[in-house]
């Protein structure tokens, strides 16, 4: 285990639950029928717990896309050839995708990160070079990456989030691209170290949350399901985690796109409980909505 590993796990603490109960009570004070918001009360609270207040504020959003080809895809496992990854990495530079419109829409800077991309990338201030090896090697005859690198993997993902922490983020999302693509590593413990939580996207990321758990099983206090992905397998590994996801808008693509989608809902869930009045305060009715 590296030293920035070990680190990390060192500073992963469970979420209060004493915030978290307080959070749920401050929503009964609040200027609308009990329970009326229904799970942005629950996820007002998740927040709540995470930042150690009962009244969250979102200071700024990041989503970090990891990109990476995998040499599986030599056994016909995808559609598309492996030349698509660096294609559509050109695109995300060039803001031509689809997380590009949505993150826009949830106000998030998004980042692009070289993690084993089979290709030379141009610079590019959206583009992090973190290229592990040129692509992970076909799991059915070797390891796909080697202790090593793996290792190495991890750390660049620890250092993704906590690049973008320090510009200001305190909610974070992963996504991934990759041709015959598996996992990637270490962003959500980093994001669990700092008390900060991170949205999951689809089966890609959530194994990546799997994982981390299984270092640090406090990480999932930190975690959102932003959605049900079509994939069969998502579902399993939500209820692995004991997530519930958010909007089931059958999403499929990846890159964080449904990750990006919930942004605004989880800041909305935060916005309610710093934002609104309570009754005691507006000098208003019990009865209201009623």
């Given at each position: 285990m590296t030293i920035l590993l070990e680190s990390t796990?060192?500073?992963?603490?469970?979420?209060?639950?004493?915030?978290?109960?307080?959070?749920?009570?401050?929503?009964?004070?609040?200027t609308k029928p009990a329970g009326s918001l229904c799970r942005l009360e629950p996820l007002g609270a998740q927040l709540?717990?995470?930042?150690?207040?009962?009244?969250?504020?979102?200071?700024?959003?990041?989503?970090?896309?990891?990109?990476?080809?995998?040499d599986n895809d030599d056994e016909g496992v995808s559609a598309y050839p492996q030349a698509v990854t660096a294609q559509?990495?050109?695109?995300?530079?060039?803001?031509?995708?689809?997380?590009?419109?949505?993150?826009?829409?949830?106000?998030?800077?998004?980042?692009?990160?070289?993690?084993?991309?089979?290709?030379?990338l141009p610079d590019h201030p959206t583009l992090l070079e973190r290229k592990v090896r040129w692509g992970a090697r076909n799991f059915l005859h070797a390891r796909a990456l080697t202790e090593a690198e793996a290792m190495a993997a991890i750390e660049a993902c620890i250092d993704t989030a906590i690049r973008q922490l320090d510009a200001g983020a305190n909610l974070l999302a992963a996504g991934d691209m990759g041709i015959a693509t598996?996992?990637?590593?270490?962003?959500?413990?980093?994001?669990?170290?700092?008390?900060?939580?991170?949205?999951?996207?689809?089966?890609?990321?959530?194994?990546?949350?799997?994982?981390?758990?299984?270092?640090?099983?406090?990480?999932?206090?930190?975690?959102?399901?932003?959605?049900?992905?079509?994939?069969?397998?998502?579902?399993?590994q939500l209820e692995q985690l004991g997530l519930e996801p958010l909007p089931d808008l059958q999403l499929r693509l990846g890159e964080g796109s449904g990750a990006a989608v919930a942004m605004p809902l989880v800041e909305a869930a935060a916005r309610v409980l710093a934002e609104m009045s309570t009754f005691e305060g507006a000098s208003g009715s019990r009865g209201m909505g009623e």
């Open positions: 796990l060192n500073a992963i603490r469970p979420a209060g639950p004493e915030i978290y109960a307080q959070a749920l009570g401050r929503h009964d004070t609040l709540a717990a995470s930042y150690g207040t009962p009244t969250p504020t979102i200071t700024g959003k990041a989503i970090a896309v990891f990109a990476a080809n995998h559509m990495v050109i695109n995300f530079l060039a803001g031509g995708a689809a997380i590009n419109a949505l993150a826009k829409v949830a106000g998030a800077r998004l980042l692009i990160v070289d993690t084993g991309v089979k290709a030379d598996t996992t990637t590593t270490g962003y959500y413990l980093a994001a669990a170290a700092n008390r900060t939580p991170a949205i999951l996207d689809g089966s890609i990321t959530t194994a990546a949350a799997l994982l981390a758990t299984g270092f640090a099983p406090s990480t999932r206090h930190f975690l959102i399901a932003s959605h049900a992905s079509h994939e069969a397998a998502h579902r399993v």
